[in-house]
């Protein structure tokens, strides 16, 4: 296992999933670069201080290639603070390549894992359930085909529900579950204690990872 502290990251969405990764990025001594579609959303997710420490801030459309681009100057890796985008899968995984950066990281959604027989989609398992998982899985799984498509090098992160609970769970690291579900539910700040432990460390490159928190809200 590789591990940099120094790493130049972009994350490109900075909503409540991308709040919490930008600061765990910090936290973690990252360089943070961020692309938003809106500098004023930015600066009511993130207090003065933090926008601060950011290295870039880029203005722009996450499908754009020029903005892509521009924004992935000098980065090792991208991650996605978005959900299932199909066209911004493909441009994002494409600029990423096209930049040489060392790895994308996308979140999914926990469907799209395999049961833990190794052989049944996650999705069959909660057919019976209150959601559609089944739409859930092929809107998601049309993004990860996407990203494999262009052969950038990837994590893929497939929570189920998330929403902040204020705290990062003690131990984390024993949630996490490569190709099949931990659980439903995972917190934004958990979610981000994995995604960049993905990001600076190739213990899950190429991999579908999930992950649980141990909350009832």
């Known amino acids: 296992m590789t591990t940099s502290s120094h790493s130049q990251i972009l994350i490109v969405g ?23 579609r809106d500098r004023t959303n930015l600066e009511a997710r993130l207090d003065a201080g933090t926008i601060a420490k950011l290295t870039r801030i880029t203005v722009g459309d996450a499908t754009d290639p020029a903005a892509l681009d521009s924004a992935m100057q000098g980065i090792d890796v991208v991650i996605s603070g978005n959900g299932a985008h199909k066209t911004m899968a493909r441009r994002m995984a494409e600029a990423a390549k096209r930049n040489r950066l060392g ?26 359930s209150s959601f559609n998982a089944e739409a859930i899985y092929k809107a998601h799984q049309a993004c990860i085909d996407v990203i494999r498509e262009t052969g950038v090098n990837y994590v893929i992160f497939c929570p189920g529900r998330m929403t902040s609970v204020g705290y990062r769970s003690a131990d984390v690291a024993s949630a996490v579950r490569v190709n099949r579900p931990a659980g439903m539910f ?26 649980a928190t141990e909350v009832n809200i």
């Open 103 to 128: 790895k994308l990281i996308w979140p999914a959604g926990g469907t799209n894992l395999m049961s833990d027989d190794g052989v049944t989609p996650a999705y069959k398992a909660y057919g019976n």
């Open 186 to 211: 995972v917190s934004y700040e958990d979610a981000a204690w994995v995604i960049l432990e993905a990001a600076l460390t190739n213990a899950w490159d190429r991999e579908l990872i999930g992950a």
């Open 14 to 36: 900075v909503g409540g999933l991308g709040e919490h990764l930008v600061r765990e990025a910090l936290e973690r001594g990252a360089q943070v670069s961020v692309l938003v």
